[in-house]
């Protein structure tokens, strides 16, 4: 008694499901530290310290029906404005109380924005390999994802084919940077080339192409490395931010969008995604941690924890002879299959007591992610393990 | 540029903000205490301390990576446990943690079941008078909110006009006891009603009728007024839970659905509607929040508070001679409008500083709401303003 459009959603998470007790099943059998899990985003370091030092504070002082009472839908102006104050600081923006919304999560304020701009048969671009999930947010609102094949070279956005693929139907691109699954971010001059290719055809569509800018990974770059502020180089640009991984809060859900008040038609588009986050039942993001993380908003979680797995594990890899881009972001490895089907190549680690996900997840088969957001001990013991795998798939 | 089926909720949008900047223009010429906004439902009893309390002993002696961190979709386990205890032990129900999920709140809990159950076409129902956001979630997923009209004389529902309603597409029925904006309690005795008709229905037209109970205001029931718990009447019931008023959080968006493990199709319905939170963008409910409203299940904010403004208010508005059902729970009063046309009311206590909200906005015109969520100073000082309003309309 289902919808029927659930149907799909339901038989998934069961394989999800059977996915996950596969490892609990493993873990039972031979020890949670002989298992090497690497098939879960699930940030592994904890909040900075001010995080809590602030909720106690914010609980003791600040009046109750103010902490945990309802404000504007669009969050608590004083909230915004530290946020709009921190991006004119790091990315010299002009961002005012006036253009950012309070949203509980990147993956709410992608929906909200999208319920905000998309009518049935509008079309959304994506750069393959993607979070999948981008599927499901797309077709809520009854639109369509069109992929756009990757460039399994170097996993930067393929701009010619993005050109291709650009359409009268066309309404948004959505970026991730840095990307999940493969780590990679995209540069300054990949930027420059999607703002230029999207400017030329919104002309010629005569329509806004927005570019929406999914952003929950920006503060894990690694190397020096710099994740462009999409808004500084295109002006239809919209940012979906969430302080999950920045901050070490993906339970709290919260973060924000941000929409430039030179990007078309600003005011009711503003309005449209705070009243999608009211009609979708979101109604406000949760006031506590609105002004928690006003309170550390130039805060960090502890990133070289992160840094060091993403070069252990990249080093111990392609030392046995597995092939992958090295990557500058995020918490993730995007390692090439030995053999044409990644799932041959999943199965086979599995019985080497390695858990990671197939490609075919991120719409890019031939490939598997793997998560190292794991203590750096996984990652040590697990060389055992990945040197058999590695021979068994007569590596090096 | 905002999709064509936003501009409608944009453009009412406008209409609320008007009314909040009128709001705030008076409270600027004349004084905030010498206006009295009785337009918002927003509570203004503070949550009880053990609230805060909680919040401090968890963010102190609980891993932070449990604390701020992902659980499974559904929710912590514990938190879904205490919520099945407390159900069993006030309501003598059998829920296990297998049936709750915790949700962002009653508005989130409706929609995740509403996208887990509804098909383009399928119908949904509801009372008149009834909150008017019922039917952006309903048409949220492409379905049609149809409207049964309302028992001015009780504002009890009019189950005789519910069983004509029903036909093939109907595929639930939305209750919401106690009801914003009357504040009436739908009794047992009516309750019994609704689940013989849907239950007789069910079989006529070969498929399950849902009953969706919204129940943001059970806790807020006076005069020893109980308000019956569906699940032990009716089997396919849902009820749509949040700690927004009965623990004054409304801006931490917390709440649960329970789903009775003997309803139509359990598992996959459970499933579909923990899917329906993850691929809307909900994802979990707030996790620090879950906690504490673990720890503070049985608690409640000053319902005396509520309880003595709703006299206070009711006993002054009859001795002027205005009409109004004597209402047991909420924060509402739903009085009669003099005139047939209320806006032409609602503009008259305008221009006497007195706020409050058209019954035409919960479909239910000639009547306005009134809520006394506000401090007993404002009702108090109301009197000569109100008294003034009676005379212009010749009561008493």
Do not use: W
Request: net charge negative.
């Amino acid at each position: 008694m289902i919808a029927k459009r659930m149907e799909g959603y339901v038989k998934n998470n069961s394989a999800i499901r059977m996915m996950f007790e596969e490892g609990k099943r493993l873990a039972n059998l031979y020890g949670k530290e002989n298992v090497y899990d690497f098939s879960l985003g699930n940030p592994n370091v904890p909040a900075p310290a001010s995080i809590n030092d602030e909720i106690k504070r914010i609980v003791d002082l600040v009046d109750p029906l103010t902490v945990h009472g309802y404000m504007s839908n669009a969050g608590f102006e004083s909230t915004r404005e530290a946020v709009a104050a921190s991006l004119k600081k790091r990315f010299d923006t002009d961002f005012t109380v006036n253009d950012i919304i309070m949203v509980a999560g990147a993956a709410a304020g992608l929906n909200a924005t999208l319920k905000a701009i998309l009518d049935p048969e509008d079309e959304v671009l994506v750069f393959a390999p993607y979070f999948l999930e981008y599927r499901a947010y797309v077709t809520n609102y009854d639109a369509k994802l069109v992929e756009i094949a990757p460039d399994t070279k170097t996993f930067m956005p393929d701009v010619k084919a993005l050109e291709k693929a650009i359409n009268v139907k066309t309404k948004a691109l959505i970026l991730n940077n840095p990307n999940n699954p493969t780590g990679v971010i995209y540069d300054e001059e990949v930027i420059k080339e999607i703002a230029l290719v999207l400017s030329k055809k919104e002309k010629e569509i005569g329509h806004p192409i927005f570019l929406i800018s999914d952003e929950p990974y920006r503060e894990l770059a690694y190397d020096g490395a710099r994740v462009p502020f999409v808004t500084k180089y295109y002006r239809n640009s919209i940012v979906c931010y969430s302080f999950s991984k920045s901050l070490s809060l993906p339970g709290e859900r919260i973060g924000y969008v941000a929409v430039p008040n030179v990007i078309e038609d600003h005011d009711n588009l503003f309005t449209a995604i705070v009243c999608a986050c009211r009609i979708t039942g979101f109604v406000n993001a949760p006031s506590l941690m609105q002004l928690a993380v006003e309170r550390c908003i130039d805060e960090k979680c502890d990133l070289e924890f992160y840094d060091k797995n993403r070069k252990d594990l990249y080093d111990m890899l392609t030392e046995l002879g597995f092939e992958c881009v090295k990557p500058q972001g995020a918490f993730y490895l995007f390692v090439k299959s030995p053999v044409a089907d990644e799932k041959e190549f999943v199965q086979a680690a599995v019985k080497k007591n390695i858990l990671f996900v197939g490609g075919s997840s991120f719409a890019c088969p031939g490939y598997v992610r793997m998560a190292y957001c794991v203590s750096n001990d996984t990652i040590k013991n697990s060389r055992n393990a990945f040197t058999e795998l590695a021979k068994e798939f007569n590596l090096k």
